[in-house]
């Protein structure tokens, strides 16, 4: 008993940890999948250990295999056809709910149609007054769908490799912050041209570094900005204006509509440090709500070790949404940390930034995009505009500025993860105008897609299972627990002979009860009671043969009283 517990109990903690994204690199359908399959093994082995002592019911007894399979497709079946639904049904929901607030709220559908600014936005809204970016007291984003940035990747090898991680697209980073606004670090505007080999370096050369091309447009208010894979090292440009530290533009070499450029990055995220001992200088032990949140969460440990706490401690805490209410108006950041308890990417990176800097680590929030879709046959990355996002960089000792993203990763945009494009999808032109619906086509949909057929084959193989199950049922082997199933041929053999020799029989007696009520105990008692216990608690194999013997017996037993 106590082991088919900790069995149990192992198997529902295994499902809980891939539910809440471990071990990150699986892809969400495939994890919530190996979840289901993970229950359903952990209800097998406490059905198929059972002893004896354990169902008191005779006619019942334990799942066979044939009852855990068709259990565990339909459990399948049905959260393919939840995750269908979670990922078809949000847009139009959301469509149908913003009809009913204009229809019974006229008044805060005006309010919140001026603060989102009028309408859909596109990867831009991380981008404000060129230097600022202000945290909303109230939110409602609705991100597009079309395409904002290209990344061609020139090795296969490097491709391999960052499909096995989580990718970024950096456009800048802000360090100052007050009054609930990111603004730039101190300003060092300074040209940076090109040296002889045509590149601008921004560190020393790393053999491990990712040569990619770059391709996005221009931006109307001639803000343009370097956008590459995150931890640039170089980029292949006749010069760069560096306004700040992470605030870096481009000079005016695009075409009429956009630019295409080289550039090299060494991309460091914490989970590439897992195991490296760097200290980093106590905070000042500040004593207001954030500073005692940081170092509780923080704990104690080595500095990577710290910000890793703090990141999941966010994770774990706090939910995502791009809508938020802020009833009591309270500062944007408190009513994400201590209100509402929940908020797009920036609240998850403004917080982190903050709480690393309680701690002592040099902290900063970057913005660009995270995830993207890949396809295999170009060797490009395609990120839209509902995937920009927002993340901390923190900066250590002999790393540079490294990755730190608390926003929970299973989140659309927030996980980084890249999504490989189905077989046959063709990658989008380069700076193409896409509609949202014609994007969908090309890459977004593919979850929904698989969801839908998986549904289906799940399903219909947990019915063409189900059938073949009740076929060996009505054969008189094997038994189970499902509702509605029809008992074993002994079984209703048995009970048909006592209804014959009107022998009373309780309710909840076991057999061996019931054999023992009946005077004088019939002469195959005891193999009855044998072959029953052995076939339904012990795992042995049914016996068509033994079962017919027994059921003639029976026959033979009820029709001589009867006579």
């Not at 995937?387 to 490294?402: F, I």
Request: hydrophobic share 45%; aromatic share 8%; charged share 25%.
């Amino acid at each position: 008993m106590i082991i088919r517990l900790l069995g149990l109990c192992a198997c529902g903690a295994g499902a809980y940890a891939l539910l809440r994204g471990w071990p990150e690199g699986l892809p969400v359908l495939l994890r919530a999948c190996l979840a289901v399959l993970l229950l359903a093994a952990g209800l097998g082995w406490w059905s198929v250990r059972k002893s004896s002592n354990d169902v008191p019911a005779a006619g019942g007894g334990k799942p066979g295999w044939r009852d855990m399979l068709v259990v565990g497709t339909g459990f399948l079946a049905l959260e393919c056809g939840f995750l269908w639904l979670l990922s078809a049904a949000p847009a139009p929901l959301e469509e149908m709910a913003l009809v009913i607030e204009e229809r019974l709220r006229p008044e805060a559908a005006a309010e919140r149609v001026e603060a989102e600014g009028g309408g859909a936005i596109s990867g831009n809204w991380l981008w404000e007054n060129g230097t600022r970016r202000e945290l909303p007291m109230r939110t409602n984003l609705k991100p597009g769908a079309k395409p904002e940035v290209f990344v061609k990747l020139r090795s296969a090898d490097d491709a391999k490799a960052l499909l096995k991680r989580k990718v970024y697209v950096r456009a800048f980073a802000l360090g100052d912050f007050a009054d609930s606004t990111w603004s730039m670090s101190e300003a060092k505007v300074e040209e940076i041209a090109a040296g002889e080999d045509g590149w601008v370096r921004f560190g020393e050369t790393d053999e491990r570094e990712i040569l990619h091309e770059v391709f996005h447009a221009k931006d109307a208010g001639a803000r343009d900005l370097l956008t590459t894979l995150q931890g640039v090292r170089a980029v292949r440009l006749p010069e760069i204006r560096v306004a700040a530290d992470g605030m870096n533009f481009l000079p005016n070499v695009g075409g009429a509509t956009g630019f295409r450029y080289l550039a090299s990055s060494l991309p460091v995220g914490l989970d590439d440090l897992k195991g490296v001992k760097l200290e980093a200088e106590r905070g000042a032990e500040g004593q207001d709500r954030i500073a005692i949140l940081a170092r509780k969460a923080a704990g104690e440990g080595t500095v990577v070790e710290r910000l890793v706490k703090i990141r999941d401690f966010l994770r774990e805490s706090y939910g995502y949404s791009l809508v938020t209410e802020n009833p009591q108006n309270l500062e944007p950041l408190e009513n994400f940390l201590f209100g509402e308890k929940r908020g797009h990417c920036e609240f998850f990176a403004t917080a982190g930034a903050l709480m690393a800097r309680e701690i002592g680590v040099e902290s900063r929030v970057a913005y660009g995009w995270a995830g993207g879709s890949y396809f295999k046959d170009d060797q490009m990355f395609v990120f839209v505009a509902r995937e920009a996002h927002a993340w901390v960089e923190v900066k250590l000792d002999g790393y540079g500025w490294v990755v730190m993203d608390p926003t929970p990763p299973m989140v659309l945009g927030g996980g980084g993860a890249p999504r490989v494009a189905e077989a046959g999808d063709e990658v989008p032109e380069p700076l193409d105008e896409l509609s949202d619906e014609e994007y969908a086509d090309v890459g977004g949909s593919h979850v929904e897609r698989t969801a839908l057929i998986l549904m289906g084959g799940f399903g219909g193989l947990a019915v063409v299972l189900f059938f073949l199950k009740g076929r060996a049922s009505r054969a008189g082997v094997g038994g189970g627990l499902i509702r509605g199933e029809r008992r074993a041929g002994y079984i209703a053999a048995w009970e048909k002979a006592c209804s014959e020799r009107a022998v009373r029989r309780k309710k909840g007696d076991t057999l061996k009860a019931q054999l023992a009520s009946v005077a004088p105990v019939p002469e195959f008692s005891e193999e009855l009671l044998g072959y029953h216990y052995g076939v339904r608690y012990e795992g042995k194999s049914a016996e068509p043969e033994t079962e017919r013997n027994l059921i003639r017996r029976m026959r033979e037993w009820g029709r001589a009283d009867a006579t």
